[in-house]
DNA sequence: CCCTTATTGTAAGAAAATCTAACAAACTTT
DNA sequence: AAAGTTTGTTAGATTTTCTTACAATAAGGG
């Protein structure tokens, strides 16, 4: 686990990456661990519920939070929900996400420029 | 982060499994990872320094404890070390952990034997 | 200096893995 | 009924990986 600082111009900022976010696995064994066929893999980014980073040549390459994804997505199928419902959940919850992050970014900021 | 209960017969024993371990990465990427050419990858797997998993058709796959793993040599022999050495090395060192494993191992046996 | 071992690059040819596009089937929604 | 969703399958091309072999360079020992 490691840290990489970030900090545009004035505002706090900070970024905590791990080995989850690397995009290192190809979609073969994404298949190996979620079950899920390649065809439903592809067919998940056509619909806008996976964005895997591509190689030079064009080969898909996943994290393991995608594959955690993947995993909920089949999950939800299984329960019958469509992808474009399981699209507008999780705008939804990016959208929520968001707000946090520019909360936390607000407080922090607020912290260090009262100390300055 | 996972957890694998795993006790054979009557000792205490566990395991924990994180994202690390998984071989789930293709040489190519590994080369990417680590700036180490294929061939030099290869190649210290023939000297005892890695062990990928293998897909049935035969492709290796490594994890991302390999990958570091694979960084830590690349830096030895940037001083000079051969590959040798290096896997006398890492033989002490496993030889090390297996003590403190089987000392750990002994002392939750005593502790789980003691109150039953 | 000669010989051996270590390390790495490169090449060739085969095999494995992935890609896109298209068609079809089975369902669901409208 | 028509349109949209989801998935399988197939075909052909492209990318990635594998093994084996040969060569070059470096390093160490006698």
Redesign the pocket.
Known sequence: MYYTGNDHGLGVSFALTSYKDKKVI??????ELTG?????????E??GLVF?D????????YSFNDVELLMDI?NK?EE???????RQDMKKEEKKRQVREEMLRGQLNAHFNMRK
């Open positions: 190809t979609i073969g064994v994404v298949h899920l066929s390649e065809r439903q893999i592809r067919y998940y056509e619909r895997p591509r190689s030079k040549k064009g080969t898909r390459k089949a199928r019958g929900v469509q992808t474009y419902e399981i």
